[in-house]
Nanobody
Framework: QVQLVESGGGLVQAGGSLRLSCAASGGTFSTYAMGWFRQAPGKEREFVAAISRYGATIYYTDSVKGRFTISRDNAKNMVYLQMNTLKPEDTAVYYC???????????????WGQGTQVTVSS
């Protein structure tokens, strides 16, 4: 059973940056693609970014392209989301997920963390 723990969220002004981290344990990290999703109040969980097992394939949702960067360190069992030029509409709880293949679809992810709150003030 894979456990995922996110960290790095917080309150930041518009235009600022945050780096989210997701620590994985309980499985062989390099066998899983990883993704970041977010959920704002009253909305469904939505895809943000995904990275394949060794980083060869990366996907982003259009609204974060050029601002967010997903990366992973298989030696440390970590996945990261560097978020720059943050906007108020980026405010949400951010979740990392583990999947067999890199996917933009929530239902493809088998494992989830508990989430970390990101709040961007205007």
């Amino acid at each position: 059973q894979v456990q995922l723990v996110e960290s790095g969220g917080g309150l930041v002004q518009a235009g600022g940056s945050l780096r989210l981290s997701c620590a994985a344990s309980g499985g062989t990290f390099s066998t899983y693609a990883m993704g970041w999703f977010r959920q704002a109040p009253g909305k469904e969980r939505e895809f943000v970014a995904a990275i394949s097992r060794y980083g060869a394939t990366i996907y982003y949702t259009d609204s974060v392209k050029g601002r967010f960067t997903i990366s992973r360190d298989n030696a440390k069992n970590m996945v990261y989301l560097q978020m720059n030029t943050l906007k108020p509409e980026d405010t949400a709880v951010y979740y990392c997920g583990g999947s067999i293949l890199a996917s933009t679809t929530t239902s493809q992810y088998r494992y989830w963390g508990q989430g970390t709150q990101v709040t961007v003030s205007s």
